[in-house]
């Protein structure tokens, strides 16, 4: 199967996501880990601390996208990763001198803060200069990049974990300054529109008017609430109840970035025969598939079961709803259309963990019952989905999007 040819400046932004999402995964899955084990906060306390720094970047993410309309994409990228790079230093100093549980709230939030005011810009550039029947599989590739630094990154952060968690956030800070040089050097603005068009097309109430878009973003957000538990929660329950080392919970975390690096383009290829919202609905069941099994699951082997569930509905969900949720806007109104879809995915990323924490203290006598309840969530999204097919028009639920 021959790969696409693609504008160089995607392939710019895969370089640089891919260092970025290196340097990110050897942190994030190991600061809860942290906060639980080695500075003894309660999975209340660790979940609310994960919530409140997502919530903080879901906001964000809203106002990158918003900002990259009016602004440009070049110019927000670059304070994002700026902002980025500075929060990543303060963390690895409060690590060293072992700072209190509020110094990690902050600087967790300024670090989601900073990757919210970017996230969405390496899509919008890609749905800029890629043909409209090429985009999902240029944000499929996207995808790629996100996951191949993920695809090692945990492994190499649960090795650092080790000897010294504050060395995770000092290359965290060295990779994303790689990005933004490859930024710098190589990526200029791509807007198709003036800024004071952007300006004029009626902000946020254009989204609220918009109700196959609103109805489309309160799934979406449904999802996230249940994926996110793949991360924070599903790791305190690794190491809490499962019994896993962190260099084992860094191996089976890299299930994921390895099969999306391997399977994301061939499964979005087969994915791009369907409409968008079959290919989500097929994802939210295989979410609910592996959170269930996670209820059976002791020790590594059956996790990385649970986990190649969940990240086969990961390859058909995600790159369908970035594609959706493009094809449901404008050029005029991309950024803003892809910043709230990221803020209610964020949104549902940073209430999932506190949820998620809240059931694993809730459920702390029996945590099978935790994964019950969120696969039965899944079942609940997916049923979302078929209603969402209704109502979106079918020129629009396909990867083909006349422009």
């Not at 990221?342 to 990323?349: A, I, P």
Request: hydrophobic residues 55%; glycine residues 10%.
């Amino acid at each position: 199967m021959k790969l696409p040819q693609f504008d160089r400046r995607v392939w710019v932004l895969f370089a640089g996501m891919a260092l970025n999402q290196f340097g990110m995964s050897i942190v994030m899955p190991f600061i809860a880990i942290y906060l639980f084990v080695y500075q003894g906060e309660s999975p209340a306390l660790v979940g609310f601390a994960m919530f409140f720094s997502a919530f903080a970047g879901a906001i964000f993410q809203f106002v990158g996208g918003e900002a990259c309309d009016r602004l440009g994409r070049r110019t927000v990228l670059i304070i994002g990763l700026i902002l980025l790079i500075g929060s990543f230093l303060m963390l690895g100093w409060a690590v060293s001198v072992q700072a209190p549980y509020i110094y990690y709230l902050v600087l967790l939030s300024l670090t989601r803060v900073a990757t919210g005011l970017f996230r969405p810009i390496p899509n919008v550039i890609a749905a800029d200069i890629v043909p409209a029947e090429k985009r999902t599989e240029a944000f499929a590739l996207l995808r790629v990049a996100h996951n191949l630094g993920f695809a090692t990154g945990p492994i190499i952060g649960g090795l650092m974990a080790i000897v010294s968690y504050s060395s995770m956030f000092y290359l965290t800070a060295v990779t994303s300054t790689l990005y933004l040089a490859l930024v710098l050097a190589f990526i200029g603005d791509t807007r198709r529109c003036r800024p004071e068009k952007a300006r004029a097309r009626g902000g946020m109430g254009t989204i609220l008017a918009d109700r196959t878009f609103m109805v489309f973003s309160l799934l979406s957000f449904l999802v996230f609430v249940v994926y996110s538990q793949m991360y924070t929660p599903l790791s305190m329950y690794s190491k809490g109840y499962a019994g896993l080392s962190e260099p084992e919970i860094g191996v089976l975390l890299a299930i994921n970035g390895i099969m999306v690096v391997t399977l994301q383009y061939f499964v979005t290829r087969v994915a791009d025969r369907f409409r968008m919202t079959f290919s989500m609905t097929v994802g939210i069941l295989f979410y609910a598939a592996g959170f269930a099994l996670v209820s059976v699951s002791q020790g590594f082997a059956m996790l990385a079961i649970c986990l190649f569930l969940i990240t086969i509905g990961e390859l058909w969900f995600i790159p369908a709803q970035i594609t959706l949720a493009t094809n449901l806007s404008t050029s005029e109104t991309r950024g803003r259309y892809l910043g709230f879809s990221g803020l209610t995915t964020n949104m549902g990323s940073a209430v999932g963990p506190l949820i998620g924490g809240m059931l694993l203290s809730v459920f702390a006598g029996s945590p099978w019952a935790m994964w019950l309840v969120v696969a039965t969530a899944g079942l609940l999204c997916a049923a979302g989905f078929l209603y969402l097919k209704k109502i979106v028009p079918p020129e629009k639920n396909t990867v083909a999007l006349p422009e």
